[in-house]
């Protein structure tokens, strides 16, 4: 089975740029997350879906961050403009349904640096 | 509050010594457990996990972890450590049945010297 899908890997862009990351999740899996993950901070969770549907945003930094998930296969986090603080390994990750056990699942993340 | 401690920020073990890595949780109820293992330059891969049942679970890559109730943590453990288990270990903790997320700790990173 193919696990989650990230792309880029790798992105290098300018401050002021616009970023998009993109994310596949494990077909099946009803949830999807976006966690973001720095030396000074650890792993953060941003923003969490079930069913494709905002759940819980909390931890996206401020406006210039923005995740969306059109339908189940696909999710969007995008960073407008980007800023060299935003430099961070972004992770999505996803999880089955509700009763058949809580183990997310996680990409190989996508490098972001900002300069 | 929910968290996790993970006391060794890093630990530096010889290969083939045994290993045995902390992790302490604050929950409200007996929690879904977890150890992820992220090598340089990789995502997290689930090394084991704590439902419910035995207390001491098997993962893969020899790893085993065993949750103890009155002290509130979840131990990550192998036998003999190899070159290639060098990478940083991240404990997790998570509702049971519920949705949302997990709350991780800040992780330990292993080095193993020859």
């Known amino acids: 089975d193919a696990g989650v899908i990230q792309s880029p890997r790798h992105e290098v862009t300018e401050m002021g740029q616009e970023v998009t990351l993109r994310c596949k999740p494990i077909?099946?899996?009803?949830?999807l997350f976006w966690y973001r993950q720095t030396m000074m901070r650890g792993l953060e969770l941003l923003i969490y879906?079930?069913?494709?549907?905002?759940?819980?945003d909390s931890g996206m930094p401020e406006d210039r961050f923005s995740a969306k998930m059109p339908n189940a296969s696909f999710s969007t986090l995008k960073i407008q403009p980007s800023e060299p603080r935003d430099s961070a390994v972004y992770f999505c990750?996803?999880?089955?349904?509700?009763?058949?056990?809580?183990?997310?699942?996680f990409g190989e993340g996508s490098w972001l640096t900002v300069v | 509050a929910q968290s996790v401690t993970q006391p060794d920020i890093h630990i530096t073990v010889s290969e083939g010594a045994s290993l045995e890595l902390r992790c302490n949780y604050s929950y409200g109820a007996t929690p879904y457990l977890f150890w992820y293992v992220q090598s340089p330059g990789q995502g997290l891969q689930l090394l084991l996990k704590?439902?419910?049942?035995?207390?001491l679970v098997q993962g893969i890559k020899g790893f085993e972890a065993e949750f103890k109730r009155s002290q509130s943590s979840f131990n990550l453990r192998k036998p003999s450590v190899h070159w290639s288990d060098a990478a940083e270990y991240f404990c997790a903790v998570g509702p049971r049945g519920g949705a949302n997320n997990l709350f991780f700790g800040t992780g330990t990173r292993l080095t193993v010297i020859p």
């Open positions: 879906f079930n069913n494709n549907v905002p759940i819980d």
């Open positions: 990750a996803s999880r089955p349904p509700s009763g058949v056990g809580n183990t997310i699942y």
């Open positions: 077909s099946g899996h009803d949830y």
């Open positions: 704590y439902f419910s049942g035995d207390t």
